[in-house]
């Protein structure tokens, strides 16, 4: 799906705003701004079938999710 650059924009700057100073969130975070549970994350990613649609890394033992991705994801 394309997404909309002033959709974007928009949500890009309200996660910042929510979180000044962060490139990343952890799992909680991330599934706090999806509406999600956080086990619903874990889930995902665990299934062969269906991988969680948000690119993450490992940091050490944590997930981190790039909030420009989060917010790609968000406006789609």
């Known amino acids: 799906m394309e997404v909309n650059q002033e959709i974007f924009q928009e949500t890009l ?3 910042k705003a929510m979180h000044p100073n962060k490139l990343a969130l952890d ?5 706090e701004l999806l509406g999600i549970e956080r086990q619903t ?9 269906k991988s969680f649609p948000i ?6 033992r944590k997930l981190r999710f790039n909030i420009v991705d989060i917010a ?3 406006s789609q």
């Open 13 to 15: 700057s309200n996660i």
């Open 72 to 74: 790609k994801f968000l």
């Open 27 to 31: 799992v909680e975070k991330t599934a």
């Open 55 to 60: 690119k993450h890394r490992k940091v050490g």
């Open 41 to 49: 994350i874990y889930n995902s990613m665990r299934k062969n079938i």
